[in-house]
T-cell receptor, first 111, second 111 residues
Framework: AQRVTQPEKLLSVFKGAPVELKCNYS??????LFWYVQYSRQRLQLLLR??SRESIKGFTADLNKGETSFHLKKPFAQEEDSAMYYC?????????????FGQGTILTVHP | DAGITQSPRHKVTETGTPVTLRCHQT?????MYWYRQDPGHGLRLIHY???????DKGEVSDGYSVSRSKTEDFLLTLESATSSQTSVYFC??????????FGPGTRLTVT
């Protein structure tokens, strides 16, 4: 069975500082990995997917299969980045598109 | 928002009463999902559907049932609500690359 671990429940940084939200996964196959963001009392929004290797709102994430990690990074945090962030994994194949989520990390960016 | 709505958005109910939450989508997506969101647990899959009348259990399905009689609607029923089912419930659909898009959520309180 697959598992996603986000070791930090809370992460605080100051505006302009770099930020890294950690995500580790366990899965024997080739996963599809995603980052979702949830602003206060809003719906979850897709932030990044590893297959597209894109940068959204200044965030990037690289899949490291050797370390089974998919950490989310931003070089200069902004106050509007304050939110809950979830890492999620899809096992592909016959999983019917089900996602396994990490427990989430609350990011607070102080002015 | 991928054309996903949920109703009601907020509900307070008493222990032992039945409750039905509705998820409606307008874009003919085949796969739909129900999650609950709780602090410290992230999002956990309750049930999912891979077509009309095709549903299956997720990791936290006890006390919940679902129905999907037409493509656009996926209903989640709490047969006899308990306080442990106080949560925020999210519906989601699957996009073309295994990503999911979420509804606005339903905040349910069982007193």
């Amino acid at each position: 069975a697959q598992r996603v671990t986000q070791p930090e429940k809370l992460l605080s940084v100051f505006k302009g500082a770099p930020v890294e939200l950690k995500c580790n996964y366990s899965y024997s196959g080739s996963p599809e990995l995603f980052w979702y963001v949830q602003y206060s009392r809003q719906r979850l929004q897709l932030l990044l997917r590893h297959i597209s290797r894109e940068s959204i709102k200044g965030f990037t994430a690289d899949l490291n299969k050797g370390e089974t990690s998919f950490h989310l990074k931003k070089p200069f945090a902004q106050e509007e980045d304050s939110a809950m962030y979830y890492c999620a994994l899809n096992a592909g194949g016959t999983s019917y598109g089900k996602l396994t989520f990490g427990q989430g990390t609350i990011l607070t960016v102080h002015p | 928002d991928a054309g996903i709505t949920q109703s009601p958005r907020h509900k307070v109910t008493e222990t032992g009463t039945p409750v039905t939450l509705r998820c409606h989508q307008t874009e003919n997506h085949r796969y739909m999902y129900w999650y609950r969101q709780d602090p410290g647990h992230g999002l956990r899959l309750i049930h999912y559907s891979y077509g009309v009348k095709d549903t299956d259990k997720g990791e936290v399905s006890d006390g919940y049932s679902v129905s999907r009689s037409k493509t656009e609607d996926f209903l989640l029923t709490l047969e006899s609500a308990t306080s442990s089912q106080t949560s925020v419930y999210f519906c989601a659909i699957r996009g073309p690359s295994y990503e999911q898009y979420f509804g606005p959520g339903t905040r349910l309180t069982v007193t």
